[in-house]
Structures are given as C-alpha cells and as structure tokens.
C-alpha cells in the first residue's frame, strides 16, 4: 500500500478540502405488500425521487429492487441483499421495519479516488440508515404513521421530510466518520461537571415537567438522559443542522469569563434555538418541534426545547401532550438564561486553564480518529472540519484510503489486533482495535523505525487515552 506525498499547503499536515455535487440519483420507499397484484404495482410506492420521472419508470425500478431481494434472499434468508453494483450505479437496500424498504441509488463514478468498494459500500450503507433515524426522529416509525392515518398519512410525512432532508445530503463529503455515528464528547474536570451536574437537577426540579436534558458545550456533548440510540441521532442532528443555522458571529468561540456578583442580576446571553423567536412579543408562537425517542418499547412522543447561551447548550425535552405557554418560555429564559451564561463562562475559562496546562502549542508529530463502539464517543484530530456538505481533513486522500482499508479488516475479525503500515514519503499508520475501541493513528516521521513508531503510539495512548489499549 502506498501513499503519495501530501498534496499543496505548508507542512506535513496540509488541508484536503474536497466539495463535490451530490451525486444522488434516486431514492424511494416501497412496500411489496401494498400492491400484490398485477396493475397495483404503484401502490407499492410510498416515496420517490425524483418525483419528476416517468410512472412506468418507478414501478419498473421499485420491481427490479424487489426481485434482488427476493433473489438474495434465496442464498441467506435473514440477510437479503445491502447493495448491488452496475456499471452506470451502485444500490444500497436498507430494510429498517417489516416490508417497508428503502433504496439509495447513486452513479457508479468513483468520484472518490481513495476509498475501496468496500468502504464505499460501509458509508453509504451507514448514510441510508441515517436517513431512516433522522425520519424516525421527527416523525415516529413507518407502523406509527399507517395505524395514525393508513398509508395516505404516512406518504405525506415521507413527502413532507425527505424533500427536505436529501437536499442536504451530500454524498461525496460521506466517510469512515459516517460510518461510526459516534459522538463528540467534551473533555471536562471533576469539578466543573459537577456543576453541570448540579444544574441539570435544579433546571429539572424548577421545570418539572422536563423529562429528559442533554448538555453541550462547543457542540460537543457533556451530559444525556436519553438512551444512547436516540441521543446519536439527536446529537447528528443538532451539530450538522441546528447550530450552524444559529451561529450568532459576536459571540461565536469568544466566551469572556463573566464574574457576577447575583446570577439573578446579571445580563445574561440565553436564547431560545427552537420555539418563540421573541419572549416579548405577545403573539410569540410557543412552537417546539416534536421527536419521538425510545421507539421499540414505550414510543415517547416529546417536545424538544433547545436553549443557547454562548457555546453552552441545553436540551430540554418535554412530553408532548404538554403543550408549553409563553409564560413557561419567559419562566424557563428567566431561570435558566443567567444560570446557563455563568455556566459557559466556567467551562471556557476551566478549558483555558486545562490547555494552558497541558503546554505543548507546537503541532504534534500524529493525528488520529477515535471511536468506542460502548459509548460512541468519538474524537478526530485528522478532520479540521466536517459538515454535511465539507469533509476538511489535514491528511493526503491516499492515507485515507489506508485508514478506510484498516477499518475494513477490523471489521471482518471480532478479535483484538493491530495493523501498522508503511506509507510513503516518511508516513506511518497504525490502527488499533482493542476492546471495542478502535484507533487510527497517522505518523509523520522522517526515518522511523517499526519499534520507534510503536513506541510512539503508545505514548499517544499515555496521554491522550490514559492506556485504554493494551495491546503489546
């Protein structure tokens, strides 16, 4: 496996920004049972994009995807087939509720020069799933919606959700990341989450109709009530759609530690992400979106509130049979606006301390991505910025591919392992899988040796990961 030199910039670690046109081709959701016969075939379809294609078209299609399934299906029953390859595109098949079928289809171009078939297929397997939790989310199951309103209610919520929601779907910026969903959590000492802590049980005992909260900091995420599932997909949400819609640019990343004498006089920076726009406008709408959380057993139906004062964030979630007044919402900014203000303050200023202490300013000799499957907790120092339609990374397309070549043996094996390759051009990379953890850690070191590399890595493992992995 050889890498090429890093591309233009300056130093080792030089920017790889790739933008690319989505490359979507069409996308639709199916029931075979809803259409069993001869000249029903179209009652089987309960989305279809592009909506613009021709009738017989999408029944010629949506039939097509049938008899694969049927076909693979004969070889391993309980597994029908994930995607199927062409010469003119690539099909990916995601079954998420009994009968109800999603297919993706993308052209067959590899557009992406470094990522192998069989990344390529893990992503976007991953991106169609996501696309069903996101639905999910929003709008409760598929069997939800039929028992609500029969298929008549279910298609206008697939209508109304997904014509939106794959216009941000930007395949080309997919990568190994997608296929983790992990979470980024902030690091945080003792002390300071304990006063995160402490003021999660005094905004839910004054709210008391909260049900769950969630807090993030720098869109990172410190502390959750919800399952891990549900606060995977609400985390996606929140740091890809919802914040980067409200950056507000006075305050963006400048948090200036506050000292106030009473919390309750201070001028405090919360605001409301979701719900009234204005408190002190009478006709404010109250309206907060509704997601629907713990589907398999007790199917919650909530109402999210999310609460912003400077790079500190916290989600409220309410039942939704409640529905809240305004008074609620001036209560809950009067209460928790100036709380959550000197709160921000105390994490910024605690973060500058702990970086101050932690010294080394220079660029460091590695970068790495961290995921632990136990608790999605992720961590990139290769991604410098990852939206839903940039994937910056500071590493060569060609190591990449290596990391993605990596990940793809980890996941034939369940055993403990570890991976080291040789690059070109003085890199190194080495993957880790212990425990159900996995590390990729890419070196750039003139004239390294096996021993000096390894050496290295568990340096990294010393100080970044207080030796979680033991694998010698």
Same mark, same amino acid.
């Given at each position: 496996?050889?890498?090429?030199?890093?591309?233009?910039?300056?130093?080792?670690?030089?920017?790889?920004?790739?933008?690319?046109?989505?490359?979507?081709?069409?996308?639709?959701?199916?029931?075979?049972?809803?259409?069993?016969?001869?000249?029903?075939?179209?009652?089987?379809?309960?989305?279809?994009?592009?909506?613009?294609?021709?009738?017989?078209?999408?029944?010629?299609?949506?039939?097509?995807?049938?008899?694969?399934?049927?076909?693979?299906?004969?070889?391993?029953?309980?597994?029908?087939?994930?995607?199927?390859?062409?010469?003119?595109?690539?099909?990916?098949?995601?079954?998420?509720?009994?009968?109800?079928?999603?297919?993706?289809?993308?052209?067959?171009?590899?557009?992406?020069? %470094?990522?192998?078939?069989?990344?390529?297929?893990?992503?976007?397997?991953?991106?169609?799933?996501?696309?069903?939790?996101?639905?999910?989310? !929003?709008?409760?199951?598929?069997?939800?919606?039929?028992?609500?309103?029969?298929? #008549?209610?279910?298609? *206008?919520?697939?209508?109304?959700? !997904?014509?939106?929601?794959?216009?941000?779907?930007?395949?080309?910026?997919?990568?190994?990341?997608?296929? !983790?969903?992990?979470?980024?959590?902030?690091?945080?000492?003792?002390?300071?989450?304990?006063?995160?802590?402490?003021?999660?049980?005094?905004?839910?005992?004054?709210?008391?109709?909260? #049900? %769950?909260?969630?807090?993030?900091?720098?869109?990172?995420? =410190?502390?959750?009530?919800?399952?891990?599932?549900?606060?995977?997909?609400?985390?996606?949400?929140?740091?890809?759609?919802?914040?980067?819609?409200?950056?507000?640019?006075?305050?963006?990343?400048?948090?200036?530690?506050?000292?106030?004498?009473?919390?309750?006089?201070?001028?405090?920076?919360?605001?409301?992400?979701?719900?009234?726009?204005?408190?002190?406008?009478?006709?404010?709408?109250?309206?907060?979106?509704?997601?629907?959380?713990?589907?398999?057993?007790?199917?919650?139906?909530?109402?999210?509130?999310?609460?912003?004062?400077?790079?500190?964030?916290?989600?409220?979630?309410?039942?939704?049979?409640?529905?809240?007044?305004?008074?609620?919402?001036?209560?809950?900014?009067?209460?928790?606006?100036?709380?959550?203000?000197?709160?921000?303050?105390?994490?910024?200023?605690?973060?500058?301390?702990?970086?101050?202490?932690?010294?080394?300013?220079?660029?460091?000799?590695?970068? !790495?991505?961290?995921?632990?499957?136990?608790?999605?907790?992720?961590?990139?120092?290769?991604?410098?910025?990852?939206?839903?339609?940039?994937?910056?990374?500071?590493?060569?397309?060609?190591?990449?591919? =290596?990391?993605?070549?990596?990940?793809?043996?980890?996941?034939?094996?369940?055993?403990?392992? *570890? =991976?080291?390759?040789?690059?070109?051009?003085?890199?190194?990379?080495?993957?880790?899988?212990?425990?159900?953890?996995?590390?990729?850690? =890419?070196?750039?070191?003139?004239?390294?040796?096996?021993?000096?590399?390894?050496?290295?890595?568990?340096?990294?493992?010393?100080?970044?990961?207080?030796?979680?992995?033991?694998?010698?």
């Amino acid at each position: 496996m050889a890498a090429a030199a890093a591309g233009a910039g300056s130093g080792p670690w030089a920017a790889q920004e790739k933008q690319f046109p989505p490359a979507l081709l069409s996308f639709f959701i199916y029931n075979p049972r809803f259409g069993p016969r001869e000249g029903q075939e179209e009652n089987k379809i309960l989305f279809y994009h592009p909506n613009e294609v021709e009738k017989n078209e999408k029944i010629r299609n949506v039939g097509l995807c049938e008899a694969i399934v049927q076909f693979t299906r004969t070889f391993s029953p309980s597994k029908p087939a994930k995607s199927l390859h062409t010469q003119k595109n690539r099909q990916f098949f995601n079954e998420p509720e009994e009968n109800f079928w999603m297919v993706m289809s993308k052209d067959g171009k590899p557009v992406i020069e %470094y990522q192998e078939e069989e990344l390529l297929d893990k992503v976007y397997s991953s991106v169609l799933r996501q696309c069903y939790s996101m639905y999910k989310l !929003f709008n409760g199951t598929f069997l939800k919606a039929m028992e609500d309103g029969g298929v #008549k209610l279910l298609k *206008e919520r697939l209508e109304k959700f !997904f014509h939106r929601y794959l216009q941000t779907l930007h395949l080309q910026s997919c990568d190994l990341l997608d296929i !983790f969903g992990g979470i980024s959590f902030f690091p945080l000492d003792k002390m300071t989450y304990l006063k995160i802590q402490s003021f999660i049980n005094r905004m839910e005992e004054s709210l008391n109709i909260v #049900k %769950y909260t969630a807090f993030l900091y720098n869109d990172q995420l =410190i502390w959750s009530g919800l399952e891990q599932d549900d606060m995977r997909i609400l985390y996606k949400y929140l740091t890809t759609s919802l914040f980067p819609r409200h950056i507000e640019p006075e305050l963006a990343g400048r948090d200036s530690p506050i000292r106030a004498e009473m919390p309750g006089n201070l001028q405090h920076y919360g605001r409301f992400l979701t719900g009234p726009l204005n408190l002190n406008d009478p006709d404010a709408k109250c309206r907060f979106p509704k997601i629907f959380v713990n589907t398999d057993d007790t199917y919650e139906e909530l109402h999210l509130i999310v609460y912003k004062a400077m790079s500190a964030a916290v989600c409220f979630m309410i039942d939704a049979s409640v529905h809240p007044t305004l008074d609620f919402c001036r209560r809950l900014d009067s209460i928790v606006g100036p709380q959550l203000t000197v709160l921000a303050s105390d994490i910024c200023e605690q973060f500058n301390i702990n970086k101050r202490m932690s010294g080394s300013e220079k660029e460091p000799q590695f970068k !790495f991505i961290y995921f632990n499957h136990m608790n999605l907790a992720e961590k990139s120092t290769v991604h410098m910025r990852k939206t839903p339609s940039v994937s910056l990374t500071s590493v060569h397309p060609d190591l990449m591919k =290596i990391l993605g070549d990596i990940n793809s043996d980890f996941t034939r094996v369940d055993e403990d392992e *570890e =991976i080291i390759v040789k690059a070109m051009s003085d890199y190194w990379v080495v993957g880790k899988k212990s425990d159900r953890r996995e590390l990729y850690v =890419i070196l750039n070191q003139k004239n390294a040796n096996l021993i000096e590399v390894n050496e290295e890595v568990k340096k990294l493992c010393a100080t970044q990961f207080n030796n979680i992995f033991f694998l010698d």
